[in-house]
Structure formats: C-alpha cells, structure tokens
C-alpha cells in the first residue's frame, strides 16, 4: 500500500514538472512570436495580402500599433509620369503625410491610379518604415482619331486618352470610323512590318467594320482586303522596292484582289498613255 501511495507521490511530481514545462514553452513561445510580430509582423501581412482578408476591428487595431511604431508615410515617390501631374497622383491615392503606411488600400489606390487618363499601369509598394513608392506606365500615343469633328488621341491599345492634348502629335496617322479606335493596334502590328512604308500614311479609314483604306502624303490612296492585309501590305512593299510604285504617277492601288493589283492612273498619266480607264495589272503569286 506504502508502495502504491509513493508511486502515485511519483507520478503526481512528475505531472506537475511536465506541465510546468509545456506551460514554460508556451510562455517563450508567446514571447517569441509576439517579437516576430512586432518586428516582422507588418511586412508578412502586407506582402502575403492577410491584411484585406483581417477583420475591421483587427485591421484598425494593427494599423493603429503599426502607426506608434513610426511605420507613417513620411515621403511618396513617383516615378514613370511625364503627362499626369504629381498632384493628379497624389488625388488618387487618397495617401497624405502622417496617415498610417498599412492603412492605405493598395488595391482601390491602383484601381484609381489606372483610372486617371494618361496612366496604363500602376505599381504600388510599401517600403518600411515610412516610405511609399509609385511606378506608373503612360499610355503611347498611337494615332489621331479623327470623328465628329474632332480629333482625339488613341494609343496603341485603342483606348482614347481623354482630355489630352491631340495638337501636340502633329506627325501621328489619322484614323477615321466608329471602330477605329479597337482595330489600331491591329492595323498598327501590320503597317510596321514595313516601317518605312507606314511612315508616309496620313489618313487610314476604317470601311464598314471590315478593312482599311490608306491614304499616302503623296495623295496614293491604298485599298487593303479584309483577309490577308498582312500578304497584301507586303505585296505593295516589294512593288515599291522593285519598281517604286508610289513614286510614279498613279492615284491609286487596289490591292483587294488576291493576285492582282489593280493600279488607277491619274487624268495625266491616261491622257499621256492615250487610256480611258484605270489598267489592270497582273500579279503573280
């Protein structure tokens, strides 16, 4: 029985010792995250996005600790604008100096950056302890849409960059039609495959939402297909540089037909050549 009753004595102090220890652990432990959190707490939670998935309560109690340590927006750089004044940025980041570093939203904040006309893309970053750093990406100006008796500026993705200044690109090709704007991009990724062909366009006119009609600063004007523009564009660059087409005198160039181009004169050049009509040339394939 003595035996039994010191066993138990035993295992008692033995119990006690082991939770002593587990309770020790935890306390170190406790102290060691709560650390962890203080000093890297705050970069974990923005970088891994916790902070938007965080309760109300728990996103102002953070905020509000982080804000006492000093992590404050002390200084805003901005890089990349030369059309969108500092201001304008500045506007619609909703960011002021002294607000807490972790109480900007930076999703709304990009959402409304890339809303402000000139800017494409923007980039947004925290850098502890008291800096904010914006990177934005302007938009390329890419042609004049010329419609109601305006002109406005359309980049290279189509989108009209509003309120800007169309004065100021004197040297950028004319678009005209409803859906000029969406087919640039498209009509832009051709032109250039011959870039010093598409550096003498004027005026490219967009015909019943199919296909293009060219303009040339020598008044040349070019009918491209609705199917294979890219064969035909090709086509008109080889006759140039074999024979220097849109050097002679000619109005126009049909290239529509798939292999045969079909060449209008000028009033001087049929009444020289005694024609009545425009000639038709054939081209092989």
């Known amino acids: 029985m003595r035996r039994i009753t010191a066993l138990q004595h035993a295992a008692a102090r033995k119990r006690r010792k082991s939770k002593f220890t587990f309770g020790a652990l935890i306390r170190i432990g406790g102290m060691i995250i709560l650390g962890g959190s203080l000093i890297g707490g705050p970069i974990w939670i923005w970088r891994s996005g916790m902070l938007e998935v965080l309760s109300v309560k728990s996103q102002e109690a953070l905020i509000f600790t982080t804000a006492a340590?000093?992590?404050?927006?002390?200084?805003?750089?901005?890089?990349?604008?030369?059309?969108?004044?500092?201001?304008?940025?500045?506007a619609a980041l909703n960011a002021r100096r002294g607000a807490p570093l972790l109480g900007l939203n930076l999703k709304e904040s990009k959402t409304q950056l890339?809303?402000?006309?000139?800017?494409?893309?923007?980039?947004?970053?925290?850098?502890?302890?008291?800096?904010?750093?914006?990177?934005?990406?302007?938009?390329?100006?890419?042609?004049?849409?010329?419609?109601?008796?305006?002109?406005?500026?359309?980049?290279?993705?189509?989108?009209?960059?509003?309120?800007?200044?169309?004065?100021?690109?004197?040297?950028?090709?004319?678009?005209?039609?409803?859906?000029?704007?969406?087919?640039?991009?498209?009509?832009?990724?051709?032109?250039?495959?011959?870039?010093?062909?598409?550096?003498?366009?004027?005026?490219?006119?967009?015909?019943?939402?199919?296909?293009?009609?060219?303009?040339?600063?020598?008044?040349?004007?070019?009918?491209l297909p609705a199917q294979g523009v890219a064969e035909a564009w090709d086509r008109l660059a080889q006759m140039q540089e074999q024979n220097h087409i849109l050097d002679r005198d000619v109005m126009g160039i049909?290239?529509?037909?798939?292999?045969?181009?079909?060449?209008?004169?000028?009033?001087?050049?049929?009444?020289?050549?005694?024609?009545?009509?425009?000639?038709?040339?054939?081209?092989?394939?």
């Open 69 to 90: 340590l000093g992590m404050k927006i002390d200084t805003i750089g901005i890089e990349g604008n030369s059309h969108t004044d500092r201001e304008a940025i500045l």
């Open 114 to 223: 890339e809303q402000l006309p000139w800017i494409s893309k923007a980039t947004i970053e925290r850098r502890l302890p008291d800096r904010l750093y914006v990177a934005v990406t302007e938009r390329t100006p890419a042609a004049l849409w010329q419609h109601e008796g305006r002109f406005d500026l359309v980049d290279i993705d189509g989108v009209v960059i509003a309120n800007a200044d169309a004065t100021q690109y004197p040297s950028l090709p004319h678009v005209i039609g409803v859906d000029a704007p969406r087919h640039v991009q498209e009509l832009m990724s051709v032109l250039m495959r011959q870039p010093d062909l598409a550096a003498k366009i004027l005026v490219a006119t967009r015909l019943g939402g199919r296909r293009w009609d060219l303009r040339f600063d020598s008044g040349i004007d070019i009918h």
């Open 254 to 285: 049909d290239l529509r037909l798939p292999g045969r181009v079909v060449i209008k004169l000028t009033p001087n050049s049929i009444q020289k050549l005694g024609l009545a009509g425009p000639v038709g040339k054939e081209k092989p394939q």
